[in-house]
Every structure is written in structure tokens, then in C-alpha cells.
């Protein structure tokens, strides 16, 4: 079962890095790329990711604001932040807003794999909260 996801980045070299650290994972397609949050939020809406990759230090918008816009949707993705501002305040404010996850860009760029290579290969489906 293949799964979507929507990379929220606006560093055209995060995102090569990220396809291809997720490029082994087979059953994960990347569906959209957003390199600001207002279109980061339409994909959202529009494409329905099971997985997002969001930044929350974009060139245009905030991606503290994009997890407060797709709050209230009924099937929610599951949102891994990953950042540079790693910093408790926004940890807590991301995970607070529904990330299931926040990592650091420059220590924990990897996990991102650890984590979707575990719940796809165990079939888990995104986290759907309500």
C-alpha cells in the first residue's frame, strides 16, 4: 500500500537530501512539494498526505502556522517537523499543535527515515486524529 506525503520545505537541497534518504522506502511517494505555508496548507487540504515533512522556518509563511490551519481537518496527516530552530519553545508549541515528531535538521535528519521505514514497512497507517 503505497503512501503519500507532502515535503514543506524551502531549501531546494533539504529536499534532495530528503528524497533521496527516503528514496529506499518504496512505499512512500512523494505527492507535493511546498516551499511556503499558504501552499503547503492547500496541498494539505487538497491531496490529503498521509505524511508531511514540514519546516517551520520558511522563506514565506511559518510552518507553526500550517500545523494551526490543518488542526482543525478531519483526517489529519502525520506531521514530522524538521528544523534548524531547535529550540523547546517551538518543540513543544509543534508537538502541542499535533507533529508527532520534531527533529533537528543538523542531529537528527536520519530519523526521519527510521521513523516511515518502521511504520510502513509495519503497515501502520498516518495518524489520523480527530
Known sequence: MPYNMIIVEDSDLVVQ???KLLQPLENIKIEGRASDGYTAVQLIKDLHPDYVILDISLKYGHGIKVLEEISGLKD???VIVLSNLNYQYYRDKCLKLG??????KAMEFEKVYDILSERTQNNIVAAKTE
Open 17 to 19: 537530501k530528503l528524497t
Open 76 to 78: 489529519k496527516p502525520y
Open 99 to 104: 507533529a508527532m515528531h520534531f527533529f533537528d
